[in-house]
């Protein structure tokens, strides 16, 4: 039997990662998961990474911690400022919205690249997507190519071999295309969590929360997840 | 009088990030230092990078912690691999060392860039240096320039405006050159620290300590600090 590839998965909890993580167990990886406890507002989506690493059954699950709200700059680590709520799909579409965190995609692939260099690993997984979410700088396809060309030239791996490979499974794909997707892998919904408030059920009302409703219904499917509104 | 230009300083506490800082304080900039806690094999250039701030007189100092040590991969993050002691010039240059940390400049440049953002600064100084550790796989000029291309595709700065720029005086630079720049700049040399270990006093022949006796001692002039072996 031929030894798995090691990669490290990128996972928030939320449907996107989570959809990574079974398509990189599918992909034929031994997974590696990484998750970050910075201060965001909240901590169920990492609670919901836990749960979804142990389901998905990875080899090992890194959370590693650090402090983004020292110097603040989005409404996910700044509680001073408001959420965005109930915004139409036009409004999401046209402008950088205050969920925005500096650097935050840049911090994360940073931390992956050394992860997967000190393991051996030969891909990092991302669940980044230009489309639902196009007004994110960091989920581009242009600034993946830009991270890759880093993973070549900032590391021992990438100067004198083969770099490392950003993965980025869902990045051309529509919201409902990333259900359809993790329907066909199994993905356990119900242990995912994509609002950006933390309360006991989800808002139904964020952004996040707005996208992944709208989606299950557009396909006539039932999100398992508990809703405030819906 | 026109404002300063607000610029964020990576400060390990060694000679070469210390130099930096003088040299943007001299560019006329507004100095935010940042400085990592990354669970290094010791705390002294910590120190160092605090006395150097402090002197520097800058507008703010923020010390990120973060744990390095979880994935090893490193002599500076392992305290069961050994520091290469009196190596001859040929051997640092021809291979990358083992003091080698998989992707921190890449983790580095991506909290300076969040930072950054956040203060909406428009510059990031980085001490890099391609000749003397030229082992170093992101300490090349290459590696910079993709980088800065993270920094353009990134961002919401790079997206709409101007792309915060990496600013690296010391890339070109030969370590006898570092220094006599230092000494014009004022930097107090009795204050940083260069030694990979953290003893009482620097040990004088691990990698660091070597090239920075050897230039100090090329140029004529003393090294203000202590050393056990010279």
Known sequence: MPTKVKAVILLSGGLDSSTILYQAKADGCECYALSFDYKQRHRRELESAVRIAGKAGVAEHQVVEFDLRRWGGSALTDERLDLPRNRSKAEMATEI??????????????????????????????????????????????????????????????????????????????????????????????DTWSCYTGGEVACGVCDSCQLRLAAFAELGLKDPLPYAHQ
Chains 1, 2 share one sequence.
């Open 97 to 190: 919205p205050i969920t925005y965190v500096p650097a935050r995609n840049t911090i994360f692939l940073s931390f992956a690249l050394a992860y997967a260099e000190a393991i051996a690993a030969k891909r990092v997984y991302i669940g980044v997507n230009a489309l639902d979410y196009s007004g994110y700088p960091d989920c581009r396809p242009d600034y993946i190519q830009a991270m890759q060309e880093v993973f070549r030239l900032g590391t021992k791996q990438g100067r004198e071999g083969e770099a490392i490979a950003i993965i980025a499974p869902l990045i051309h794909l529509k919201k409902t295309e990333i259900i359809q997707l993790g329907e066909s892998l199994g993905v356990p919904w119900q």
